[in-house]
């Protein structure tokens, strides 16, 4: 059973940083691409970054660039995002969500989110 | 960057009725096009990949269609079950940017 368990959030002052991390089980985790995808109160799904699953290739949002870093260790089934100069915009719960094994960059699991509060 | 709209925001429909959302890219994205169903208090599924193929498990009511630039997502008797935000992704090229999402209620 795939399964994705985030962890990290919390609260955190605008301009501070946060580390979130993904524990991932129940497939070969370097086979599959990952994402992080967040979602703001009130709000819809918004994609955040991108992780091919040998880290070849990485993306990510305009709102988020030069900000957020994505990364991985196969060797230990981890996603992780690196959240540095938060906004109070980037409040949001963040998903770390697992690609599609047919359509790679759809996304096919879903952790069940951890949520990032920025606030003074 | 592709922008994605979805529409409309908002419907509400009765049991058993027929439902149409839209998806719109404002470049041709192929049929790199899924579909999501996010329901209250629960995660994000998947429905639909390549703008048209159902993922598995998925009740055989919901279909999809087409390719470029315009997408739908059909339900065709909605169900209770079915009250959820619907969101469409395109995937053919980064960024993969989601649609604003269309809210179903039931009547």
């Known amino acids: 059973e795939v399964q994705l368990e985030e962890s990290g959030g919390g609260l955190v002052q605008p301009g501070g940083s946060l580390r979130l991390s993904c524990a991932a089980s129940?497939?070969?985790?370097?086979?599959?691409?990952m994402s992080w995808v967040r979602q703001a109160p009130g709000k819809g799904l918004e994609w955040v970054s991108y992780?091919?699953?040998?880290?070849?290739?990485?993306y990510y949002a305009d709102s988020v660039k030069g900000r957020f870093t994505i990364s991985r260790d196969n060797a230990k089934n981890s996603l992780f995002l690196q959240m540095n100069s938060l906004r109070d915009e980037d409040t949001s719960v963040y998903y770390c969500?697992?690609?599609?094994?047919?359509?790679?960059?759809?996304?096919?699991?879903w952790g069940q989110g951890t949520l990032v509060t920025v606030s003074s | 960057d592709i922008q994605m709209t979805q529409s409309p925001s908002s419907l509400s429909a009765s049991v058993g009725d027929r439902v149409t959302i839209t998806c719109r890219a404002s470049?041709?994205?192929?049929?790199?096009l899924a579909w999501y169903q996010h329901r209250p208090g629960k995660v994000p599924k998947l429905l639909i990949y390549?703008?048209?193929t159902l993922q598995s498990g998925v009740p055989s009511r919901f279909s999809a269609s087409g390719s470029g630039t315009d997408f739908t997502l059909t339900i065709s008797s909605l169900q209770p079950d079915d009250i959820a935000t619907y969101y469409c992704?395109?995937?053919?090229?980064?960024?993969?940017?989601f649609g604003g999402g269309t809210k179903v209620e039931i009547k």
């Open positions: 969500a697992r690609g599609s094994t047919i359509a790679g960059r759809a996304v096919e699991y």
């Open positions: 129940g497939f070969t985790f370097s086979s599959y691409s």
């Open positions: 992780i091919s699953g040998n880290s070849g290739s990485i």
């Open positions: 470049q041709g994205i192929s049929n790199s």
């Open positions: 390549a703008a048209s």
């Open positions: 992704q395109k995937y053919n090229s980064a960024p993969f940017t």
